[in-house]
């Protein structure tokens, strides 16, 4: 394990939705540090805030109260054009339901953030065709989203989650549309991410998923009820993509 610098920490988090009776602490008085290599499962009920949680970090959401820092840069108090920027560079993103560009192949699918994040054409489409590869998406390349399966879909949101050489990846039910096999590629690919020390936040209700992780978050009603560090370690394939081994 590296020496711990935090990636991602939030401090006195509160997200408050809607107003008067019908008001929600989706958040509620959330710290969290998230250390440089380490990957955190967010699991608890539904509603309980953890996709607001995810949100919030990523920031896709802002707070109604608390600060949110990246590698070090205040992110809750940026306009939406820094935010933007700061998306696009250092955050990858992998929702339940996938996302992707329809009329765009699997490889344009991934090469776009590269270029969004100011990669070249070629080092895009190299990286793309390379992250393909790795989650065993070669031969459909230049399929459309329509023509894979969602275990598949969801391995190429994957690849373009990574595409930008993120800081940090946030994963929102990331096997919630998945068949048990998807379910195993996807915790494959996970498990290797951690090797490689990817920082990594992601919301799930699987425990097999949460297994994945270095350390696990219980949250309820917009707060954290249990914080607990989970066992294992490895060496994988992904750290030389990452930049993150020797
Ligand atoms: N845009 C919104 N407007 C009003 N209330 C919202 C909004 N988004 C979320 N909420 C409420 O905030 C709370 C937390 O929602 P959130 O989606 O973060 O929970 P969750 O733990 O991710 O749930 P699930 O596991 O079902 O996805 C819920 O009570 C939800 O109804």
Excluded at 40 to 65: D, I, Q, W, Y
């Amino acid at each position: 394990m590296k020496v711990s610098s935090a990636v991602l920490r939030a401090r006195g988090l509160v997200k408050q939705h809607g107003h008067g009776q019908g008001r929600v602490r989706a958040v509620d008085e959330v710290d969290l540090e998230v250390p440089e290599g380490q990957t955190l499962a967010v699991m608890g009920p539904s509603g309980c805030g953890k996709s607001t949680l995810l949100h919030l970090l990523g920031g896709l959401e802002r707070p109604s109260a608390g600060e949110v820092w990246l590698a070090g840069r205040r992110v809750d108090t940026l306009s939406e054009r820094a935010l933007a920027r700061l998306r696009r560079r250092s955050v990858g993103f992998v929702f339940q339901a996938f996302h992707l560009m329809e009329e765009l192949s699997a490889a344009e699918n991934v090469e776009l953030p590269a270029l969004l994040a100011g990669f070249s054409r070629r080092e895009a489409r190299r990286r793309a065709g390379f992250l393909l590869e790795q989650v065993g998406l070669t031969g459909r390349a230049r399929h459309l989203p329509s023509q894979l399966s969602g275990g598949q879909r969801q391995r190429v949101a994957i690849a373009r989650a990574l595409a930008n050489e993120p800081l940090v990846i946030l994963a929102d039910e990331p096997t919630g549309n998945l068949d048990s096999t998807a379910t195993l590629d996807v915790l494959r690919i996970f498990e290797e991410l951690r090797a490689a020390g990817q920082t990594l936040v992601m919301v799930t209700h699987d425990e097999r998923v949460a297994a994945t992780a270095d350390r696990l978050i219980s949250m309820r009603d917009g707060m954290f009820v249990d914080d607990t560090r989970l066992a294992g370690d490895a060496t994988g394939w992904l750290g030389g993509l990452i930049g993150l081994e020797g």
